[in-house]
């Protein structure tokens, strides 16, 4: 259990770029949801945590990563 509010204290780093669209979501095609295209692209962050002190396990290094979607029956692109 741990207590709330949860206390994080920690160093992170955001990494944003683009993606071949179809590679990326050629094992999802059964989602409701398809990638935001940015350019024909789509669009992933990856997140870096290097967490100093928590409430959740003392210190440890995480991270996440993920894609920007819209409901499949409206797709949205973006050109630049």
Do not use: Q
């Not at 955001?14 to 350019?39: K, R």
Request: net charge negative; with cysteine; hydrophobic share 40%.
């Amino acid at each position: 259990m741990n207590r709330l509010p949860l206390r994080l204290e920690s160093r992170e780093a955001m990494v944003y770029g683009t993606v071949d669209a179809a590679t990326m979501w050629s094992e999802f095609e059964d989602e409701d949801f398809v990638p935001i295209l940015v350019g024909g692209k789509a669009v992933i962050s990856i997140w870096f945590n290097d967490f100093k002190d928590t409430d959740c396990g003392g210190s440890y290094l995480e991270t996440w990563y993920n894609t920007f979607v819209t409901p499949k029956d409206a797709p949205l692109a973006v050109s630049y």
